[in-house]
């Protein structure tokens, strides 16, 4: 087999196959692909909502009311509540069960990752890490430089 030459394609099909894994994992979960980035941002306490508004819409790459519709989701679905101590910028939350669901999405990733990583040597795994952080870089310097 010949070594492969670094495009966007082979990015993306990495990125596809990888996405389709874990929404497969989740869809016992009645979970979204933003749902599931919404849930690990929640993870580690309340969070303002511009934050995790702008946190998914710069990730996902989506616009406010799709992320609406994402924060909207967990709220009805149990999983996070509205902290509105603070009417300007209220905090989400995750509840016991939006917990218990996190844990679980946080074990199937671990899973995923085990699976398709666990062997590749770590300084492979570094060189790699390093060129797709610079790649994202400079993509989102390029999306942040051109209208939409």
Do not use: C, W
């Not at 980035?37 to 511009?50: H, K, M, Q, S, Y």
């Not at 590749?120 to 952080?133: H, K, N, Q, Y």
Request: hydrophobic residues 45%.
């Amino acid at each position: 087999m010949s070594t492969p030459t670094l495009t966007g394609q082979v990015i993306g099909q990495a990125h596809y196959a990888t996405r389709a894994l874990l929404e497969r994992a989740v869809a016992p979960l009645g979970l979204t692909f933003g749902q599931v980035l919404a849930l690990n941002v929640l993870a580690d306490g309340a969070v303002e909502r511009t934050r995790i508004a702008h946190r998914i819409t710069s990730t996902l790459k989506i616009d406010k009311s799709a992320m609406h519709e994402v924060i909207a989701g967990l709220l009805d679905a149990g999983l996070a509540r509205l902290d509105e101590s603070d009417a300007e910028d209220p905090r989400v939350r995750l509840t016991d069960t939006g917990h218990a669901t996190q844990r679980r999405v946080s074990a199937a990733v671990a899973d995923i990752t085990a699976r398709l990583y666990g062997d590749i040597p770590a300084d492979e795994a570094s060189t790699v890490a390093r060129v797709l952080t610079l790649v994202t870089q400079r993509a989102n310097a390029d999306l942040a430089a051109t209208p939409a």
